[in-house]
């Protein structure tokens, strides 16, 4: 009987072994994304004094964004910084598409920006952009859709050259169908508030509201689904925004993380969503944040341990799920590009 017993411990114990440590509740989970830093910095980082982000990403993997106050377009692991608009002083690139076209803004002065359109090494200029809203869409066919500033405010697509009013009082996003998400502003009939904002689509000369009150829509993917926010604080006791999908007349509140309000800004094919969690008001800290599968998650938990990075905003997500934005690394501002560990 002792034999016996001493064998069927053995026995556990070999069973256990081969049923590997993978399924022990006590095994760390593998990296779901690798690092990329897009913006190297020197040895002494106490010198870097510039700060870095990515704000967009194509199909093809190319990001382009900010660094040091200058457009780059990375390609491969190579940084290419942009030439834009004669006598500008600092530049910025927001969108990429599959072609290579860029689009972005132009600094000349504390009250003097001005969007550009690049393709093959050259740029020109799309006009004057608002103080404070600098958000352009660009889709495969290079149309561009942004706002307008000064006196000529409101939205416009541009394609080869022609400007064309859409109607919308701001445009937050394009896709490949032409179609462009943003927000026009009406009154609230009956009511002491303030006029209120609402997501309204444009396609073909055609504006259809479709939001709810005191919304504004940040991006549209190629389904036609809606990223947006809820500022309303009739609907919100916190009066905080409510980020929001909309699919068709569907529309999904996404919630909050670990009871933290987010900023959801990127919007892929697939409905993964990114933007950044507020993690602590006093001091500001942020953490890049990605939705999928019904609910917010960390990037920072995401990555392998012991990188060094701290990811604070996440900008825009590509159908391969590869993510770009800014964070923190050994103390300096860099953009990154997240890549998913199964690619």
Known sequence: MKTQARFSIAQLFSTLLLLGTAAAPWAKPAPA?????????????????????????NGRGQVVGRSSGRAFL??????RYLSTLPGARSSCAYAVNNVGQVVGTASFGEWDTRYFFWQGGKAQSLGEAPMFYERLGLNSAGQVAGTSGGKSWGSFLWQAGKMQSLGLTIAGGINDKGQVAGTVLGPDV?????????????????????????SVAWAINNRGDILGSEFSHRASA?????PFLQSGSDQTFLGLFEGKTVFAVGLN??????GQAMISEHPYITHAALWQGGRWLDLNRLIPSGSGWTLSRANAINASGQIVGAGQLRGASCAFLLTPASR
């Not at 094919?269 to 990114?274: S, Y």
Request: hydrophobic fraction near 35%; glycine fraction near 8%.
């Open 33 to 57: 994304f690798r690092i990329t830093n897009l913006t190297p910095i020197p040895k002494a980082a106490a010198r870097f004094s510039g700060v870095s982000e990515a704000y967009g990403i």
């Open 74 to 79: 990375w390609t491969a692991g190579k940084i």
């Open 238 to 242: 916190t009066k905080k925004p409510r």
């Open 269 to 274: 094919d697939r409905r993964q969503i990114v």
């Open 190 to 214: 009956g009511s002491k508030e303030p006029p209120s904002e609402s997501v309204a689509v444009w396609e073909q000369n055609t504006l259809t509201v479709s939001g709810p009150d005191s």
